[in-house]
């Protein structure tokens, strides 16, 4: 069976800062239409699609049940901008690890991002 | 900037259930060990890691806040098997549409999954 993981969709409670934070991760959002007054944006990378989901719920789970893993460069001025966005936090500064450096940086929704620079 | 997805890590209170689930979808899990008593398993998809992460935590989200879509092969059988598992449930049964037929799953966890086979 052949398998491609072709959509990621988070659905928000936080859009703005969601927005702010994931463009400083590297992604390039369009604004997408919705009929229902909700409000979507979306960004295509590497065959992927990934949104972001505007919701009105405030509960935040406190163990987020995602977590996802991105290569990137410049990973010191991008943790530098995260931390700045509400709601996000650094839980494990840039680290030099035998695999590339390393941060960890909590999204304003709590979700756990592992940013590397190899 | 280069982004690149890497890792997809989902954890869940349902691991067997989850496993069940996502191994129907089509993914080859490989149990990690970790040292905490947990239980981890990892599949390698398209340079993408998807990991199940076992978890004690009984709350369940009304409105999940992930969704992830895939391109599959054989997706009326695929979906026969997925509503077979505990938790599981169908909210849109196989369907032809104008890109291909679609289905959509509710996991174990409540995550929405789409799956469509073109």
Same mark, same amino acid.
């Given at each position: 069976m052949s398998l491609i993981l072709t959509s990621i969709t988070i659905?928000?409670?936080h859009l703005q800062?969601?927005?702010?934070?994931?463009?400083?991760v590297g992604f390039e959002f369009k604004g997408i239409k919705v009929d229902k007054g909700s409000e979507v944006y979306r960004a295509l990378h590497?065959?992927?699609e990934?949104?972001?989901? &505007? *919701?009105t719920n405030p509960q935040r789970s406190t163990i987020p049940s995602l977590q996802l893993g991105f290569n990137i460069t410049?990973?010191?001025k991008t943790v530098a901008g995260l931390v700045q966005i509400p709601g996000a936090m650094c839980i494990l500064?840039?680290?030099?690890?035998?695999?590339?450096?390393?941060a960890i940086v909590l999204d304003p929704?709590?979700? &756990? *991002?592992e940013l590397c620079q190899r």
């Amino acid at each position: 069976m052949s398998l491609i993981l072709t959509s990621i969709t988070i659905n928000t409670p936080h859009l703005q800062d969601m927005l702010s934070f994931y463009k400083l991760v590297g992604f390039e959002f369009k604004g997408i239409k919705v009929d229902k007054g909700s409000e979507v944006y979306r960004a295509l990378h590497g065959g992927v699609e990934f949104s972001l989901y &505007s *919701i009105t719920n405030p509960q935040r789970s406190t163990i987020p049940s995602l977590q996802l893993g991105f290569n990137i460069t410049d990973l010191e001025k991008t943790v530098a901008g995260l931390v700045q966005i509400p709601g996000a936090m650094c839980i494990l500064d840039p680290t030099d690890m035998p695999d590339g450096k390393k941060a960890i940086v909590l999204d304003p929704d709590g979700h &756990s *991002i592992e940013l590397c620079q190899r």
